[in-house]
């Protein structure tokens, strides 16, 4: 089944089964985010963090031996259309899922504050918790203390009202409390990432329901998919600073202030290209292919820009945002 899942992963495109990989168990490097964005699987950032390597590459090597797939210079590509179209009938991948969701986060939250309450309404502080991760422990323990609980009950009922039956069904069976034990858990891949999704439309309905205080602040917001100093170099040129005083002010490498911006660029930071760019150079860019993605033959094309120019420009392009005219 795992080769029904790792074969939907590749294209006509050549991808590297490395960045791959990466994706699914959340790196964050530039070259994995911009492969993703290439291949339009941003949002499977880490999709399945506990996928093994070895699993991973078993699997690669099976589709390969089958002739699903096919080892270029560049990366694999998809050779059997057909195989990936039956494995997607096979192991669908969630579609509500969302790296900023904080789902699997949220599913612990969930589940002890379900039963906390529900053991409350009953009287009884004895019982073994439905999560032992200390961290989740510890934070249902601040979201209850700061009596988040009083609504809880009316709005995640209002919350299933809204899911379709089936998933609230589903969600529910795995539900614990008092005098209730449900703990229905997924068979397989197929039905994990079944119950992924679930719990991915629960935290959109969530994020939309800014009236639902209690299961707002039980969920906790948006996950910060880039670091603090990530977010600071974005401030800093927004507010006018070039990369240089960026890299001075922050105590960062070029380099880095670079992949900074570029990966913020990636996940939907509007950067000011008029001012990133001389006059002259976007002159220069737009007289090449805009399709391209090979950086070294843009390199080539523009002896002027810097590797930052090139993959900003291409980023750009594959999300339709470089300015034209």
Same mark, same amino acid.
């Given at each position: 089944?795992?080769?029904?899942?790792?074969?939907?992963?590749?294209?006509?495109?050549? $991808? @590297?089964?490395? !960045?791959?990989?990466?994706?699914?168990?959340?790196?964050?490097? *530039?070259?994995?985010? /911009? %492969?993703? =964005?290439?291949?339009?699987?941003?949002?499977?950032?880490?999709?399945?963090?506990?996928?093994?390597?070895?699993?991973?590459?078993?699997?690669?090597?099976?589709?390969?031996?089958?002739?699903?797939?096919?080892?270029?210079?560049?990366?694999?590509?998809?050779?059997?259309?057909?195989?990936?179209?039956?494995?997607?009938?096979?192991?669908?991948?969630?579609?509500?899922?969302?790296?900023?969701?904080?789902?699997?986060?949220?599913?612990?939250?969930?589940?002890?504050?379900?039963?906390?309450?529900?053991?409350?309404?009953?009287?009884?502080?004895?019982?073994?918790?439905?999560?032992?991760?200390?961290?989740?422990?510890?934070?249902? $323990? @601040?979201?209850? !203390?700061?009596?988040?609980?009083?609504?809880?009950?009316?709005? *995640?009922?209002?919350? /299933? %009202?809204? =899911?379709?039956?089936?998933?609230?069904?589903?969600?529910?069976?795995?539900?614990?409390?008092?005098?209730?034990?449900?703990?229905?858990?997924?068979?397989?891949?197929?039905?994990?990432?079944?119950?992924?999704?679930?719990?991915?439309?629960?935290?959109?309905?969530?994020?939309?329901?800014?009236?639902?205080?209690?299961?707002?602040?039980?969920?906790?917001?948006?996950?910060?998919?880039?670091?603090?100093?990530?977010?600071?170099?974005?401030?800093?040129?927004?507010?006018?600073?070039?990369?240089?005083?960026?890299?001075?002010?922050?105590?960062?490498?070029?380099?880095?202030?670079?992949?900074?911006?570029?990966?913020?660029?990636?996940?939907?930071?509007?950067?000011?290209?008029?001012?990133?760019?001389?006059?002259?150079?976007?002159?220069?860019?737009?007289?090449?292919?805009?399709?391209?993605?090979?950086?070294?033959?843009?390199?080539?094309?523009?002896?002027?820009?810097?590797?930052?120019?090139?993959?900003?420009?291409?980023?750009?392009?594959?999300?339709?945002?470089?300015?034209?005219?």
């Amino acid at each position: 089944m795992l080769t029904d899942f790792v074969v939907q992963l590749f294209d006509e495109q050549p $991808r @590297r089964e490395t !960045a791959a990989y990466m994706l699914l168990n959340g790196k964050k490097t *530039l070259s994995v985010l /911009f %492969a993703a =964005l290439q291949h339009g699987q941003l949002q499977w950032l880490q999709l399945y963090p506990t996928l093994g390597r070895a699993d991973f590459q078993a699997a690669v090597k099976q589709l390969v031996n089958a002739h699903a797939l096919t080892h270029t210079e560049t990366g694999l590509v998809l050779t059997d259309p057909a195989a990936k179209m039956q494995a997607a009938a096979r192991v669908p991948l969630p579609t509500h899922y969302q790296p900023w969701m904080g789902v699997r986060e949220f599913e612990q939250r969930l589940l002890l504050a379900v039963q906390a309450v529900s053991e409350a309404a009953y009287h009884n502080n004895q019982y073994e918790p439905a999560v032992r991760d200390w961290g989740a422990q510890q934070f249902v $323990r @601040r979201w209850y !203390a700061q009596n988040r609980q009083g609504k809880f009950a009316s709005e *995640l009922t209002a919350a /299933f %009202a809204l =899911l379709p039956s089936a998933a609230a069904n589903r969600m529910a069976a795995r539900l614990i409390g008092h005098e209730f034990v449900g703990g229905a858990q997924a068979e397989d891949l197929a039905g994990a990432f079944l119950h992924l999704d679930d719990l991915a439309r629960l935290v959109s309905l969530i994020a939309e329901h800014l009236d639902w205080p209690a299961l707002q602040s039980l969920w906790g917001g948006r996950v910060a998919l880039l670091s603090a100093s990530n977010y600071r170099a974005c401030q800093l040129i927004d507010a006018g600073r070039t990369r240089a005083q960026v890299g001075a002010q922050l105590h960062l490498k070029p380099s880095t202030v670079n992949e900074h911006l570029l990966a913020a660029t990636i996940f939907g930071w509007q950067p000011p290209v008029e001012r990133l760019y001389s006059p002259a150079l976007r002159q220069a860019f737009t007289q090449v292919d805009p399709h391209e993605l090979d950086y070294q033959k843009l390199l080539a094309a523009i002896p002027a820009a810097e590797f930052f120019h090139v993959r900003l420009f291409q980023i750009l392009n594959l999300q339709g945002r470089w300015p034209r005219g």
